[in-house]
C-alpha cells in the first residue's frame, strides 16, 4: 500500500475544465465550489433533461444568494454563471481534466458511472468520488486506468464545511493523490488524508453519533434536548438538525453500508427509520414517554 498524506515531489496536474457527475444537492454544489475556486468551465451531467434542468436552476439560484448576501458582485456573479453548464450527454465531459461523481451512494452505479467517462476522458482525467462511505478501491476496480481514481469527500453544506477527506485507493498513483490535494487547498479547504475504509473517518463517527443519539430518544429525552445538549458539547449544529441537513435517507444508506462492512456495532435503527419513512428529523420523531427520566418543564419541549 501507497504511505499516505501529500506526496513530496509528485506535480498535480493542470485542471482546465471540470464534469460534475450528477446534478443533484451535493453535485450542485460542487459545481458552484469548483468554478468558483478554480474558474474553469464546470459541466454537470445528468440522465434526463428533466434533472439537468433541475440541477442547473439550482445552481443558478445559489448563484442569485451569493449575490444577493454581497458574497458575488454583479460581474463576478455573470462569470459564474458563464461557467456552468449542464448537460445529458456524458460525451460533453470529454474535455475535462477532472471529473468528480456525486451520483447515487450504490457501489454497482458508481462504478458504471466511472466505466461510463473512461470511454470518453482522457487516460490521465482524474476521476475523483465523493462518496460518503464506499470503497474507492472496488470502484477503481475494472477501470483501464485505475490509478486517476481517488476519493474527495465533502460535506454540506459544501461552501461552508472547510473539512474534505482525501481518499488514496490501492492503486492511486502520486500524480491523481497529488492533484486531490491541490483542489482542496485551490478550494481553500482542509484536505485530510483518511484511510480506504468505510465511512472514513467523519460518516464512521457521525453514524454511531446518530444512533447513539436516537437510543436516547427511545428512552424519553426530546429532539429538542438532544439536539441542545451537543450543540452544548460545542457541536456546531445539533444531532437532529445534521440529519436533516444531509437527509435522512441518505444517512440511513451510509448506515446500511457500514452495517455490512464493518458489522453490528451498527445496530440497525427503528428511529431512523421512522425519520427516513417520515422524511423529517423533527417533528415526526415519537419518543417512547419515560417514567424514570421525566423531562425538565423549564428546558424540555
Ligand atoms: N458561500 C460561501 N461561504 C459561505 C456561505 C456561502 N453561501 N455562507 C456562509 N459562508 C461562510 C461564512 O462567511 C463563514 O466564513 P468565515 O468563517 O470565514 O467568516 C462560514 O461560511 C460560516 O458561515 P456562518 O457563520 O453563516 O455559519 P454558521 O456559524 O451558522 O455555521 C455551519 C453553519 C457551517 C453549517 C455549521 O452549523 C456547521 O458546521 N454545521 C455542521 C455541518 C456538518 O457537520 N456537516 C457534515 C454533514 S455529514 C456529510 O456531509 C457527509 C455525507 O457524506 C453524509
Known amino acids: 500500500k501507497h504511505p499516505l498524506g501529500r506526496p513530496e515531489g509528485a506535480a498535480p496536474r493542470e485542471i482546465r475544465a471540470v464534469g460534475v457527475a450528477g446534478a443533484g444537492l451535493m453535485a450542485g454544489q460542487l459545481a458552484l465550489l469548483l468554478a468558483r475556486s478554480l474558474r474553469v468551465p464546470v459541466t454537470m451531467r445528468d440522465l434526463d433533461d428533466e434533472r439537468a434542468r433541475r440541477g442547473l436552476d439550482a445552481v443558478h439560484a445559489q448563484v442569485d444568494r451569493l449575490r444577493t448576501q454581497g458574497r458575488l458582485d454583479d460581474r463576478g456573479a455573470a462569470a459564474l454563471t458563464d461557467l456552468l453548464r449542464v448537460t445529458t450527454d456524458v460525451a460533453d465531459l470529454a474535455d475535462a481534466d477532472l471529473v468528480i461523481e456525486a451520483v447515487f451512494e450504490e457501489l454497482d452505479v458508481k462504478r458504471q458511472v466511472l ?9 490521465t482525467t482524474v476521476l475523483a468520488t465523493n462518496t460518503s462511505a464506499l470503497s474507492v478501491t472496488q470502484m477503481a476496480a475494472g477501470l483501464e486506468n485505475p490509478e486517476r481514481v481517488v476519493g474527495l469527500h465533502f460535506f454540506n453544506p459544501v461552501a461552508q464545511m472547510p ?50 443519539v436516537l437510543g436516547a430518544l427511545e428512552e424519553g429525552t426530546t429532539v429538542a ?52 419513512r417520515d422524511g423529517r428529523a423533527f417533528v415526526t420523531f415519537e419518543a417512547r414517554p419515560s417514567a424514570s427520566s421525566p423531562v425538565d418543564p423549564a428546558v424540555g419541549e
Open 115 to 123: 466505466a461510463e467517462l473512461e470511454n470518453v476522458v482522457g487516460p
Open 163 to 212: 473539512l474534505v477527506e482525501v481518499v488514496r485507493a490501492d492503486r492511486t498513483d502520486d500524480a491523481t493523490y497529488a492533484t486531490a490535494f491541490a483542489i482542496v487547498h485551490a478550494c481553500r479547504k482542509t484536505a485530510v488524508a483518511v484511510a480506504d475504509a468505510p465511512g472514513f473517518v467523519v460518516n464512521r463517527l457521525l453514524v454511531r453519533l446518530l444512533g447513539e
Open 225 to 276: 434536548d438532544a439536539d441542545r445538549a451537543l450543540a452544548g458539547m460545542g457541536l456546531p449544529m445539533g444531532p437532529f438538525q445534521l440529519l436533516q441537513l444531509v437527509g435522512p435517507a441518505v444517512a440511513e444508506h451510509v448506515l446500511v453500508t457500514l452495517r455490512r462492512d464493518l458489522g453490528e456495532r451498527y445496530a440497525d435503527s427503528p428511529g431512523l427509520a421512522r425519520v427516513v
